[in-house]
T-cell receptor
Framework: DAGVIQSPRHEVTEMGQEVTLRCKPISGHDYLFWYRQTMMRGLELLIYFNNNVPIDDSGMPEDRFSAKMPNASFSTLKIQPSEPRDSAVYFC?????????????FGPGTRLTVL | AQSVAQPEDQVNVAEGNPLTVKCTYSVSGNPYLFWYVQYPNRGLQFLLKYITGDNLVKGSYGFEAEFNKSQTSFHLKKPSALVSDSALYFCAVRSLYGNNRLAFGKGNQVVVIP
């Protein structure tokens, strides 16, 4: 089992540029979550999908952030335009079933640096 | 809304000594409780969970946790710590009333001293 796959692992960009983060969940999982981790704010849930449909995007900080899940095996998180305060590690996670009592499986993360 | 408190920023323990990482929670209804571990430059890894039943839950790598409803706590324990247990540990809680959101604590850095 390959686990949750994220790309790129590291991204360095300049303020104002568009950034796209990618995630492939574990096959068969029907929930997908995007998190952001910073020293100041810890681990924050940005958005999650169930069966490719966004369920809760209340954690998305601003309109500059958008997420899509065009099919069961792929999701993107886009930031446009990026700002230095977006610098963080972004994690994708997936889980199966009802989700309330099932653990989430995390990818290795994408470390984003916005200069 | 559900929330988790991990009161200590860092836990230092000598190798071979018992390790305890504290967690208290606040939730409406019955809690579903989880512990995750994060090694440097890695994603979070699931350790164990409490859903229902026995209050003492056993998980990966020799870890266990005890659910205490009256104290609203779910402390993580290991009888004998290893240097390789040095990592960041997260407690998390979810409830049926939480719209499937998993609320994470701020994390505890565990340092096991050889």
């Amino acid at each position: 089992d390959a686990g949750v796959i994220q790309s790129p692992r590291h991204e360095v960009t300049e303020m104002g540029q568009e950034v796209t983060l990618r995630c492939k969940p574990i096959s068969g999982h029907d929930y997908l979550f995007w998190y952001r981790q910073t020293m100041m704010r810890g681990l924050e849930l940005l958005i999650y999908f169930n069966n490719n449909v966004p369920i809760d995007d209340s954690g998305m900080p601003e309109d500059r952030f958008s997420a899509k899940m065009p099919n069961a095996s792929f999701s993107t998180l886009k930031i446009q335009p990026s700002e230095p305060r977006d610098s963080a590690v972004y994690f994708c996670a997936s889980s199966s079933g009802q989700g309330y009592y099932n653990e989430q499986f995390f990818g290795p993360g994408t470390r984003l640096t916005v200069l | 809304a559900q929330s988790v408190a991990q009161p200590e920023d860092q836990v230092n323990v000598a190798e071979g000594n018992p390790l305890t990482v504290k967690c208290t929670y606040s939730v409406s209804g019955n809690p579903y409780l989880f512990w995750y571990v994060q090694y440097p430059n890695r994603g979070l890894q699931f350790l164990l969970k409490y859903i229902t039943g026995d209050n003492l839950v056993k998980g990966s790598y020799g870890f266990e946790a005890e659910f205490n409803k009256s104290q609203t706590s779910f402390h993580l324990k290991k009888p004998s710590a290893l240097v390789s247990d040095s990592a960041l540990y997260f407690c998390a809680v979810r409830s049926l009333y939480g719209n499937n959101r998993l609320a994470f604590g701020k994390g505890n850095q565990v340092v096991v001293i050889p």
